[in-house]
Nanobody, 124 residues
Framework: QVQLVESGGGLVQAGGSLRLSCAAS????????VGWFRQAPGKEREFVLA????????IYGESLKGHFTISRDNAKNTVDLQMNSLKPDDTALYYC?????????????????WGQGTQVTVLS
């Protein structure tokens, strides 16, 4: 099993940046694909990004490419989400999740393990 804990959320002005971190504990973290999702009030959970097991490949959610980037450090069991040029529409609860699947990676139901989420609020 894998336990995930997100950190780094907070309040930021529009146009600013935040870096979220997902720290994992448990065995064989490097065998999991890690994804980030977000959910705004009253909306469905939305796929943001996913990173491959070795950190060499990234899958982007629609319209987010270039806006957010993801990095992974398997030695430290962490996956970071760098968010730049933030907009009020980016306000949401951000979750990291892990799966050993290799398909359907933009779909929330593909992921086995989830963190509790970290709140990001972008002020206009």
């Amino acid at each position: 099993q894998v336990q995930l804990v997100e950190s780094g959320g907070g309040l930021v002005q529009a146009g600013g940046s935040l870096r979220l971190s997902c720290a994992a504990s448990g065995r064989a973290f490097s065998s999991y694909v890690v994804g980030w999702f977000r959910q705004a009030p009253g909306k469905e959970r939305e796929f943001v990004l996913a990173v491959s097991r070795d950190g060499g490949a990234t899958i982007y959610g629609e319209s987010l490419k270039g806006h957010f980037t993801i990095s992974r450090d398997n030695a430290k069991n962490t996956v970071d989400l760098q968010m730049n040029s933030l907009k009020p529409d980016d306000t949401a609860l951000y979750y990291c999740a892990a799966t050993q699947a290799i398909e359907g990676l933009s779909t929330a139901s593909t992921y086995y393990y989830w963190g509790q989420g970290t709140q990001v609020t972008v002020l206009s």
